[in-house]
Each structure stands twice: as structure tokens, then as C-alpha cells.
């Protein structure tokens, strides 16, 4: 069965990093888009950032950009998301998405509804 597993969350302190991992099983990376979703108590998830199936194309959100960043290692199979200066705001548990993307390789939009299959979350935590 296809499957998606977060890890890397835990607790910082304002201005820290972490870095995400989503390793996917039983499905190659190379035919789906990957996006990161977020999602804080009593708040709707929301997008966070995307990666297109070749890799090549990437997308934030405006809240994320110019502190996160999403990469790939096709060999591991695994889906990263490096997240600096993080701020209280940015709190909440951290899932990853994949979408089928057999037409579009290059196609960097992960819209919430759209996406085919989650992983379970990883929360992160910015407090001192």
C-alpha cells in the first residue's frame, strides 16, 4: 500500500531549525507531486510548500518563504523540509501529501483537496 511517514518534529525555540522528512514507501517519487500541509489547533490545514514530480519546481507559501525549504532525495525515496528562523506562529503538526502526476512533471501546485495520500503528521512545537 502506499504510505507516507513524517518524522524530524520536536520542540524549538524561536529562531531555530528543523528539518522534516517525509519517506514514502511502496510508490516511487518520480510520478508524484509532494506537498508539506500544516495545520494548528481550531485552524484549518493549509499549504505550506510543493514539489513537482521531476524535482525540478517548487513552491511556498507566502508565510514560508524565504525560510523553508523543500528538496527531494530520489534514492532514499524521502521528501525533506528544512524550515529556519522559526517563529511561535509556525507551530502546528506538519504532514506530507502526494498527488498523482503521471501528465505534469513539472507542475508545482499542491492544492489540499487535490492530494491523494497522507501521512500522519509530525508536530512541531516554537516556544521558549
Known amino acids: 500500500q502506499l504510505q507516507l511517514v513524517e518524522s524530524g518534529g520536536g520542540l524549538v525555540e524561536p529562531g531555530g531549525s528543523l528539518r522534516l522528512s517525509c519517506a514514502a514507501s511502496?510508490?516511487?517519487?518520480?510520478?508524484?507531486?509532494i506537498g508539506w500541509f500544516r495545520q494548528a489547533p481550531g485552524k484549518e490545514r493549509e499549504g505550506v510548500s510543493c514539489?513537482?514530480?521531476?524535482?525540478?519546481?517548487?513552491k511556498y507559501s507566502d508565510s514560508v518563504k524565504g525560510r523553508f525549504t523543500i528538496s527531494r532525495d530520489i534514492a532514499k525515496n524521502t521528501v525533506y523540509l528544512q524550515m529556519n528562523s522559526l517563529k511561535p506562529e509556525d507551530t502546528a503538526v506538519y504532514y506530507c501529501?502526494?498527488?498523482?502526476?503521471?501528465?505534469?512533471?513539472?507542475?508545482?501546485?499542491?492544492?489540499?483537496?487535490?492530494?491523494?495520500?497522507w501521512g500522519k503528521g509530525t508536530l512541531v512545537t516554537v516556544s521558549s
Open positions: 501529501a502526494a498527488r498523482l502526476a503521471v501528465l505534469d512533471h513539472n507542475g508545482s501546485t499542491c492544492p489540499r483537496d487535490l492530494m491523494n495520500y
Open positions: 511502496n510508490f516511487t517519487l518520480s510520478y508524484y507531486r
Open positions: 514539489i513537482s514530480s521531476s524535482g525540478g519546481t517548487t
